[in-house]
């Protein structure tokens, strides 16, 4: 099976500042690729996902992410984060009927 | 906004009851999908369906059991609860096709006392 790891489990980072959070996957065939986010109280929801082509992608609210297949990372990155961006992330990989989600990452960002 | 609903959002129970977790879609998905999380850890499927009558158990162990006899109804049976059932439950949905993105439920926070 395949495993995704997340490296940082919790980030606490002022406003403005940069993020970059890490997730590495095992698996090495044809994998979609994918950054969930949860707000507080809220659903899961999808942030951006890859699947081929331009492997820089970019999701919603300024969020981007990079696949890099010699390394199998997919980190997911932003310049400035806002206290809105508070929430927990999860990376997750498919490659086939279900996703494998990494542990999430909690980030706090302070005012 | 995705539309794929759960209820009850929050259950406390006894041990030994038989509880019911609901988990609605109305997007028209075949696939559907349980993962249970704990606190602090990933997502484990323990359940999905390729459509109506079909359900599989996934990669986590799980006592639970499910059906799917419509399309949009996915629900999720204890028998009879023990307190190491305690978890958040999520339910989710996709299309049969193309990019396995999934929709998620709410979730369903389940404490067995």
């Known amino acids: 099976a395949q495993s995704v790891s997340q490296h940082n489990h919790h980030v606490i980072l002022s406003e403005a500042a940069s993020l970059e959070l890490g997730c590495n996957y095992s698996y090495g065939g044809t994998v979609n690729l994918f950054w969930y986010v949860q707000y507080p109280g809220q659903h899961l929801q999808l942030l951006l996902k890859y699947f081929s082509g331009d492997p820089l992608v970019k999701g919603i609210k300024g969020f981007e992410a990079e696949f890099i297949k010699s390394k199998f990372s997919f980190n997911l990155r932003k310049p400035s984060v806002q206290w809105s961006d508070t929430a927990e992330y999860f990376c997750a990989v498919s490659s086939g009927y279900a996703l494998n989600f990494g542990k999430g990452t909690s980030l706090l960002v302070t005012p | 906004e995705a539309d794929i609903y759960q209820t009850p959002r929050y259950l406390v129970i006894g041990t030994g009851k038989k509880i019911t977790l609901e988990c609605s879609q109305t997007?028209?998905?075949?696939?559907m999908y349980w993962y249970q999380q704990d606190p602090g850890m990933e997502l484990h499927l323990i359940h999905y369906s390729y459509g109506v009558n079909s359900t599989e158990k996934g990669d986590l162990s799980s006592e639970s059991t499910v059906s799917r006899i419509r399309t949009e109804h996915f629900p999720l049976t204890l028998e009879s609860a023990r307190p190491s059932h305690t978890s958040q439950y999520l339910c989710?949905?996709?299309?049969?096709?193309?990019?396995?993105?999934?929709?998620f439920g709410p979730g369903t926070r389940l404490t067995v006392t």
């Open positions: 989710a949905s996709s299309e049969s096709s193309g990019t396995y993105e999934q929709y």
């Open positions: 997007m028209g998905h075949d696939k």
